[in-house]
């Protein structure tokens, strides 16, 4: 097993400047069809898509309401909820489904309480699928935020994870 | 930075290497993700405090995943040393034992790039003869070989060599003729001719043309076209570029899964480097074709690998695939003429151009030319990437070159992801060819090949890749919607033990419909893992409905 920092985008938690919105819909406003750029800009940037950011994106870059909520809510990348802290994605692709993702999952779910979706009641913790992060040669695998932990068994999984945790600061 | 002319692009070409001794360390997401960045840090930071003289670079992945981290020695003059499942600890040994000892760590050596496949490159221009490396490296090439952030080191291999050769001597006309005599077929998995596809968008009538890269790579388990992108993302660009040339199209855009950031950073890097020296925006090279390319990323649906779902998706809409005709080529993005091709398919087209198309047609058999990639993964000892000429068995991929299951004995190898179909054992002997598989019940796919081992079921493996349909069905047309689902449930049924031969009976009929009437190739193919695995595993299915034998026993 190793766990290994990854470039995947971190989820980075709210409290950005106030004029994020605008660098983002001026970054977009005239490129054709950027819509989903966008929002992957204001999921980096407040680690989901909060109604708020989308109700003031929206006039900014001249499009309904209803054709932000059409798209986030048809591509499973974007979240509608602000996801725990740590943010745990078991690979459930086939390389890592015949290599144990399954039993994984369910030894995250049992210990954190939560199903595959949901986050803790205290919002340190979120669990959810991806569908293959392209790492298959090192199935199977698991990330937190952007570690990665690959090879891993499902007896250790549990002791893997928490190990990342951060304490929170302040 | 000076836009290059076509002779500057040949003085840099010819510019020679500093020899010296280099350490390479495999620096993919593979990699990054096996702890190679604390093998790199520890071999800079050795080689700076024992002040040697020695490059410590990165390069892509070389393919040999199971041993990331990956670490390469080059002393000039000696025979180049691999290193596999490397620590930072056993960086520092490597500096201390092999570059100031001068004795091989043999306790971490494994085999070399150049012992496992020929490289296309300068003389290799074949595959080796029986007896040598199995793999013949077309695509990956370059992958594992050179600094994939070096626009410098792409260009030493040949880089761009094809696009120069189009603006001053060629024409679309030379470019499409040489695609033809290749042979050359789409690798995004439904294997069309790829110049019949860049002449209809060449002649089809519209205001623009675009070229957009597909590199969505849905298959879950499979990761070639990242690694290329990752390892040698300027082959794609040639590519991009010459699609761009052969068809009249201005931009050009790549479609990327938001799930590869290390793919999307490089990607992005070539695109700057490429412009920084005029091989992208206005008049490249100094001739009249202007041409530029951006980047456009997924957010994780599988259904916009389909083209036409890919194009909704571009637009910024959600990818719900539309009926074809009217195919891209006539009506794509914007309603204009585009053309969609797969990452491995354009990173072969500067070889092509580079090389001729006669010699990439004497590569492989019948109509299947060429090489293909294989992500070869799950219960197979050494998993990784494999880029063979077609025409190779299964048998050598999965026992010669993966070394075969890791434990017990190889049951079924599964290709062409979601889409595609279970091949068993005793057919190994098959060999890969479009034409092969699809007769086995499976496709060539984007290549992605799983091996199962004898306690693997077939009927979850079945399940699994119907769940992932449905959970991906864009849920347009009743047919794979409501069929993907009744599907499912009579599969639980039977993997429950609960099931009896009607329900047998009703998996095929459903199958059919499913096939027949579905919009787009996701319902169509759906049921293919189910169909392949009840045709070679009756047994087992059989033996579920008994509610008696555990699966695995058969
Ligand atoms: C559901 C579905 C998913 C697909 N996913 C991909 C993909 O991830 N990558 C890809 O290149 N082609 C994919 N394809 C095939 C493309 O639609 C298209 O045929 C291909 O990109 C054409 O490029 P080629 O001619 O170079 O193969 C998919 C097709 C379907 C129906
Ligand atoms: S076949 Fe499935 S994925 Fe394709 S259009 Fe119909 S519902 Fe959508
Ligand atoms: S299947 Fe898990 S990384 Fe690809």
Not at chain 1, 72 to 97: D, Q, W
Not at chain 2, 78 to 95: E, L, W
Not at chain 2, 336 to 354: D, G
């Amino acid at each position: 097993m190793s766990t290994t920092e990854t470039k995947a985008p971190a989820a980075k938690p709210a409290g950005t400047p106030p004029d994020a919105i605008s660098l983002i819909a001026k970054r977009w406003k005239n490129k054709r069809g950027s819509l989903i750029m966008a929002l992957h800009d204001v999921q980096e940037t407040f680690g989901y898509v909060p109604r708020e950011v989308a109700l003031k994106l929206a006039p900014q870059l001249g499009v309904p309401v209803a054709r932000i909520y059409e798209v986030v809510t048809f591509y499973n990348y974007f979240k509608l909820e602000a996801p725990g802290r740590h943010v745990i994605s078991v690979c459930m692709g086939t390389a890592c489904y015949l290599k144990g993702a399954p039993e994984i999952k369910e030894r995250l779910m049992a210990h954190f309480g939560i199903k595959s979706g949901e986050t803790t009641p205290d919002k340190e913790w979120h669990l959810q699928d991806v569908r293959c992060i392209g790492c298959c040669g090192l199935a199977p695998v698991v990330t937190v935020n952007s570690k990665i932990i690959a090879k891993v068994k499902p007896a250790d999984i549990v002791t893997a994870v928490t190990a990342l945790y951060t304490p929170k600061e302040g | 930075m000076p836009k290059l002319t076509p002779k500057d692009l040949d003085v840099l070409r010819a510019k020679s290497v500093v020899i010296k001794t280099t350490i390479s360390v495999g620096l993919s997401s593979c990699g990054i993700a096996a702890g190679a960045e604390a093998a790199f840090a520890a071999l800079g930071e050795e080689v700076k405090a024992r002040g040697l003289d020695i490059s410590v670079r990165r390069v892509g992945c070389a393919g040999m995943c199971s041993m990331e981290p990956l670490v390469e020695v080059a002393v000039p003059g000696q025979p180049t040393v691999m290193y596999g499942n490397v620590t930072a600890d056993d960086a520092r040994k490597i500096i201390a034992e092999h570059l100031v000892g001068g004795k091989i760590v043999k306790a971490l050596q494994v085999q070399t790039v150049n012992e496992l496949a020929v490289c296309a490159f300068g003389d290799n221009s074949k595959p080796a003869p029986a007896g040598g490396p199995k793999q013949y490296r077309i695509v990956m090439r370059n992958c594992g070989v050179i600094d994939p952030e070096s626009f410098d080191e792409y260009v030493a291999r040949d880089g761009y060599q094809a696009v120069k050769f189009a603006l001053t001597d060629g024409s679309s006309d030379a470019i499409i003729e040489q695609l033809r005599i290749s042979g050359l077929r789409g690798r995004g998995g439904a294997g069309f001719p790829t110049h019949m596809k860049w002449d209809l968008t060449r002649k089809a009538v519209g205001e623009e043309r675009f070229i957009i890269c597909n590199a969505d790579e849905g298959d879950p388990g499979a990761y070639m076209d990242r690694s290329v992108l990752e390892g040698d993302p300027h082959a794609v660009l040639e590519g991009m570029i010459l699609g761009g040339f052969t068809i009249g199209a201005k931009l050009g855009i790549f479609y990327i899964r938001a799930e590869y950031p290390l793919a999307i950073e490089r990607v992005e890097k070539a695109i700057k480097q490429a412009r920084a020296n005029g091989l992208l925006g206005q008049n490249i090279l100094g001739s009249t074709f202007s041409f530029d390319c951006e980047i456009r990323l997924g957010a994780g649906a599988f259904v916009c690998g389909e083209e036409t779902a890919l194009i909704a998706s571009v637009e910024g809409k959600r990818g719900t695939p539309r009926p074809r005709p009217p195919f891209p080529s006539v009506k794509g993005l914007w309603d204009q003429p585009t053309m969609i091709n797969n990452v491995e398919t354009l990173a072969n087209i500067a070889q092509i151009i580079n090389r001729g198309g006669a010699w990439f047609a004497a590569i492989g058999i019948g109509k299947s030319t060429g090489t293909k990639v294989f992500a070869v993964t799950g219960k197979v000892k050494y998993s990784g990437l494999v880029e063979i000429p077609m025409g190779t068995t299964l048998r050598e991929i999965v026992m010669d070159i993966g070394g075969g299951a890791a434990e017990g004995n190889v049951k079924a190898v599964q290709t062409g992801g979601p889409s595609g179909g279970m091949i068993p054992a005793n057919l190994l002997d098959t060999p890969v060819t479009y034409e092969h598989l699809q007769q086995l019940g499976s496709i060539m796919g984007s290549g992605g090949m799983i091996v199962m081992d004898d306690r693997d079921s077939v009927v979850d493996l079945a399940r699994f890749y119907l769940e992932f349909c449905v959970d991906e069905s864009c849920g347009k047309c009743a047919p794979c919607r409501i069929g993907g689902t009744q599907m499912q449930r009579v599969l639980e049924k039977i993997a429950e033990g609960k099931g009896d031969d009607t329900d047998v009976a009703a998996l095929r009929r459903i199958a059919q419909a499913m096939q027949k009437a579905s919009l787009c190739a996701l319902g169509q193919t759906a049921p293919n893992p189910v169909l392949s695995a009840m045709k070679y595993f009756p047994k087992e299915f059989e033996s579920r409905l008994k509610k008696s034998t555990p699966a695995a026993a058969v």
